[in-house]
């Protein structure tokens, strides 16, 4: 069961970026914002909107192609 994704709400998601960088110039304010444009996929649940931390990190270290955005954003 280790294939189970690790979803986060925002402000969590935002604590593991500060936990593998403590020193990061990423700002919870920019996740946000990049979650409302639709540049980071989220899956919404009731009132939350959860992120994979996995396809966050990818997305962050400029690895688009970790994620199909048509399965996520179907036109």
Do not use: H, Q
């Amino acid at each position: 069961m280790n294939n189970i994704p690790r979803m986060r709400t925002i402000p969590k998601a935002y604590e593991e970026i500060k936990k593998a960088d403590p020193e990061t110039d990423f700002t919870i304010r920019a996740l946000r914002r990049m979650v409302n444009k639709g540049e980071i996929p989220i899956v919404e649940v009731e009132s939350k909107r959860l992120i994979n931390l996995d396809v966050l990190f990818s997305l962050l270290f400029g690895k688009k192609e970790c994620y199909n955005n048509d399965a996520i954003n179907p036109a």
